[in-house]
Structures are given as C-alpha cells and as structure tokens.
C-alpha cells in the first residue's frame, strides 16, 4: 500500500517535472511545476515531515507559484501568444542530464547499508521548533537578515529606471492612428 | 518505499532541472528549472531524516526553502530588468558585461 503510494507521487511528481521542462507556453510550465511542488509536498508528509510538507504548499504552491506567474505575464511579448521554446541544444542537455542521472544512480546503487532496517523515531514539528529556536538560532536570525536583504534588492533591481533603458516598442501594437478632429484644413 | 528509493526520485528530478537549465534560453524557464533541482536537494534532506532520525534534515530543508524563496526573488526582480532594457527575456541577450 506505501508502495503503491510512493509510486502514484513519484510518478505524480516526474511526470509533471518533465512537463515543466518541455511545455511550449510558459505560464503552463508554471501551473505544472506547482503540481511537482504539490507532489513533494506529499511526499514530505508520507516522509513524516508535516510540518515542511504544510510551509511547501502555503509558501510554493501558495507563493512561488503565482510570484511566477506574474513573472511570466509582466515580461510576456504578445497577449494571448505562447512563447515558443526553442530546443537548439535538447539533445545535449539531454545527454547531459541523463549522463548525471546515471552515474548518481550507479553511486546510489552501489552504496551498501542504505536501507537499514532500523526505524529511527520519528521528528515531530515541536522537536523541529525546539531545534530551530535552540541549536540553530543563529542560522535562524540570518535567514531572516538574508530575507530581508533579498527583499530589499529586489525592489532596488526592479526599480531602477536608468535612461539606456529600450523604450519597449514591441509591447504597444501599433494602433492606428486616430484621425484627428479638423486637421484636414 | 526505502532511503534508495528515495534517492534515485530525487536525483531523477535533479537530472529533469539539468535537462531545463540547458536546453531552455528564457530567463523564466531556467529559473523554473533551477526551483526543480532545488526541490530536489529538499527531498534528499526529508529522506535522509526520516531514514537516519534527528531533527537536522528538516531544519535543513527550512532554511533551503527559505534561501530558494529569496532567490526566486531576486531572480524575477532580474528578469524584468532584462526584459525592461531588451525588451525580451532570453538569456543570450543579457552579454553587455562579457568581456
């Protein structure tokens, strides 16, 4: 029955994976990597990890997520046009990509005592809370400095406003031009 | 479902963000792909703290969310300054600084 379960979200989580990497339209490569997201969000939960598995979906599902979807539809050329992907090297990278896979597996596979039998006890959220607040409070406070400073970044990149800047002229569709009241004379 | 298991569904979903990292050339796509290697490295922390106890592999995967969330960030905050400058958001453009 776990079996089968870690099968469905495997299957769930690789299959949506590959969908990110080759769908056409951007905005769809978005909606499928919320469903890898969500994949592992379960994953995480079927791991024993509630609480890592509820901050994945509030904050990715929840956030990241659409954060890129308006990423997509701020930058996008034409309304309504799927941005074409371009594949000059797919058969590279996908030799690449499985050529990694292969010898990560191979490493995988020839570890012996992975699966120990061993069932150590399982983490619940208060332990985590007390580990983060405790041992690693120092870590803790620079994460949020680190947030705080992405944030503000940012803010400050996507700002600026420096005169080099291209005028965009393929956003505007050239919109013909109104006739003005009385400038036949 | 075991630790190995486990390992390879992780390393299959790093290769699957290798693969976007390459073989796409919007900005956008390749910050989708570098989110899959992320989610990832995450569930060899999860998997290795279920399968080995303590509580170090989630406070991992806490502070790992967190830096992939500001790097996101950052990264849309870039993405739109490319496509404020060129008009586009493929990464070819963006080569003014190469020397």
Redesign the interface.
């Known amino acids: 029955m776990e079996a089968l379960a870690f099968g469905v979200v495997a299957g769930c989580a690789l299959l949506s994976a590959l969908a990110v990497v080759r769908s056409a339209d951007l905005v769809r490569a978005v909606l499928w990597l919320g469903v890898t997201l969500f994949s592992t969000a379960v994953l995480y939960a079927m791991l024993g990890a509630s609480f890592v598995a509820g901050v994945q979906v509030l904050l990715y599902v929840g956030g990241v997520v659409t954060l890129m979807i308006f990423g997509v539809m701020v930058t996008r050329r034409h309304e309504g046009v799927a941005q074409k992907l371009e594949r000059p090297a797919s058969a590279r990278a996908a030799a690449v990509a499985l050529g990694i896979f292969g010898a990560v597996a191979w490493a995988i596979l020839a570890t012996g005592g992975l699966d120990a039998p061993t069932a150590p006890p399982a983490t619940s959220t208060a332990d985590l809370g007390r580990a983060l607040l405790r041992d690693h409070v120092l870590a803790f406070e620079a994460v949020s400095m680190l947030l705080l400073a992405a944030m503000v970044g940012a803010i400050v990149i996507a700002r600026r406003r420096d005169p080099g800047a291209v005028k965009r002229p393929i956003d505007r569709p050239a919109a013909a031009p109104v006739p003005a009241e009385g400038a036949a004379e | 479902?075991?630790?190995?298991?486990?390992?390879?569904?992780a390393?299959?979903?790093?290769?699957?963000?290798?693969?976007?990292?390459?073989?796409?050339?919007?900005m956008?796509?390749i910050?989708?792909?570098v989110?899959?290697m992320a989610?990832a490295a995450?569930?060899v922390f999860?998997?290795f703290?279920?399968?080995?106890?303590?509580?170090?592999?989630?406070?991992f995967?806490?502070?790992s969310?967190?830096?992939?969330?500001?790097?996101?960030?950052?990264g849309?905050?870039?993405?739109?300054?490319l496509?404020?400058?060129?008009?586009?958001?493929?990464v070819g453009l963006a080569s003014e600084m190469k020397g």
């Not at chain 2, 303590?54 to 406070?59: A, D, E, L, M, N």
């Open positions: 479902m075991t630790l190995s298991t486990c390992l390879l569904l390393s299959a979903l790093f290769c699957v963000g290798v693969y976007g990292l390459l073989a796409r050339r919007q956008v796509a910050l989708l792909s989110e899959l989610n995450n569930i999860i998997a703290g279920h399968f080995r106890g303590g509580t170090t592999g989630q406070v995967t806490v502070f969310l967190a830096l992939t969330v500001a790097e996101v960030v950052v849309l905050a870039l993405v739109l300054l496509y404020r400058r060129h008009g586009d958001t493929r």
